[in-house]
């Protein structure tokens, strides 16, 4: 993709408090704090939250992208070089053509930020040059769209394919995309013979811009869809099914290409973030790819040793309780944790709990309390509770 003109102005890992050098696990951890806290459901009715929310949004959709973050990298370096926007033509550069064959040069800076403003103020051009050419004539992408998907914990453990709903820009389902009435076409824009661009010639040299008849489309709508008015596009309800691999973790993006908002003058659509909200699991809990579990045994069980059934999120496993368990001991079962769509499995961490009975009949107390007359060692002898308190030379 074509270098956009704020990443020469921006720097994404400043954004995102992260070094140039971060890794994608350190990117992804740094935006979903962030995320978290500028979240507009969580700052509702400011404004600056909001607009600092879709900054790390865009910093992360470019960062979070290998071939994106590689393009972005070249600019910045760049830049940090002194080599500033590029002179070639397109988007944050501008273009120089040689003499023609009346002798005068001529400019294309539509795109040339500061030097086009400057140039056009030099001659009389007015506001200055467009910027990033938001309207020029050719197809335009889409933006990408973002959504939440709550999910359950299994369904998050297993993956599942799922559909989302949300209302946002579409291609107008009357006219197609076209924003001409049914029946009827768009047509060339006589001012600037399609192209989107009209010629400023300033004695020897010569500015193009854009077309103030068409914006830059290149097309005249004379007769507008009466659905989107001449858009080409209307808001509506929309379904999106979406994959989520098995394992995804709470707060984790899933891109589903070509499923945002729908491109300009047939350009492609953007794409569509989810955002995976896991709810809790009754029973079990989760470190990355590892689940887990506080398992309640006996005073018997941890004194004696057994061995007791342990559930998973399949199917229960035996466990061995060593004789002399403590409450607070944790065990590992391997594999028996999160199972991944790529890499290994994760492992169940058991916890055992020691339960203390509450209530007793006759028989259950006299059987404690004849355990506690064979039973001679002070668990607490460490921390001498009879030694007087401050000493001998406190006087």
């Known amino acids: 993709m074509a270098p956009q003109r704020e990443w020469f102005d921006k720097d994404y890992y400043k954004v995102l408090g992260v070094p140039t050098t971060a890794t994608e696990k ?22 600056v939250a909001e607009e600092r929310f879709k900054e790390i949004s865009t910093a992360y959709d470019v960062l979070d ?26 988007p ?6 040689p003499p023609g064959p009346g002798g005068g040069f001529r400019f294309d800076t539509d795109d040339a930020g500061g030097i086009g403003d400057l140039l056009g103020g030099l001659f009389n ?17 889409g933006d990408d769209l973002e959504t939440e998907l709550h999910l359950d914990f299994v369904d998050a453990a297993h993956g599942v394919t799922t559909t989302v709903r949300f209302t946002a820009d579409a291609v107008c389902s009357v006219c197609h995309g076209n924003g001409a009435r049914p029946g ?11 192209s989107g661009q ?15 008849q068409c914006a830059g489309r290149g097309q005249i709508i004379e007769d507008p869809c009466p659905q989107c008015h001449g858009t080409g596009v209307e808001k509506r309800a929309r379904e999106v099914k979406v994959r989520i691999p098995a394992g995804v973790d709470d707060g984790q993006r899933i891109r589903v290409k070509g499923r945002g908002a729908a491109g300009a003058n047939g350009g492609p659509s953007g794409d569509l973030y989810v955002i995976v909200h896991v709810l809790p699991h009754r029973i079990f809990g989760r470190k990355g790819k590892d689940l887990t579990l ?57 916890t055992f709990d020691v339960a203390v009975p509450t209530q007793l009949d006759d028989a259950g107390r006299a059987a404690v309390e004849a355990l506690a007359s064979v039973i001679t060692t002070n668990p607490r002898a460490h921390l001498e509770t009879d030694a007087p308190v401050g000493g001998d030379d406190g006087a």
């Open 184 to 194: 009827t076409s768009p047509v060339a824009c006589p001012t600037c013979g399609g």
């Open 125 to 141: 051009r007015g506001g200055g040059a467009r910027r990033g050419r938001p309207n020029a004539a050719g197809p335009r992408r």
């Open 198 to 212: 009209i010629a400023n010639d300033q004695g020897m040299f010569s500015f193009s811009q854009v077309c103030p």
């Open 92 to 97: 944050g550069g501008f273009g120089f053509q």
């Open 294 to 350: 506080r398992l309640p045994i006996t005073f018997a069980e941890a004194a004696l040793g057994a061995e007791v059934k342990v559930p998973t999120l399949d199917s229960s496993v035996t466990v061995r309780v060593q004789p002399g368990t403590q409450s607070g001991k944790t065990v590992r079962v391997r594999g028996r944790g999160i199972v991944p769509s790529k890499g290994a499995a994760g492992d169940l961490l058991v």
């Open 65 to 90: 992208d290998a071939a994106k973050r590689k393009e972005y990298d070249e600019v910045r370096q760049m830049v940090a070089t002194g080599g500033g926007r590029s002179s070639a033509p397109g």
């Open 26 to 47: 350190e990117i992804t951890r740094a935006y979903r704090k962030l995320a978290k806290q500028h979240h507009p459901d969580a700052n509702p009715g400011n404004t």
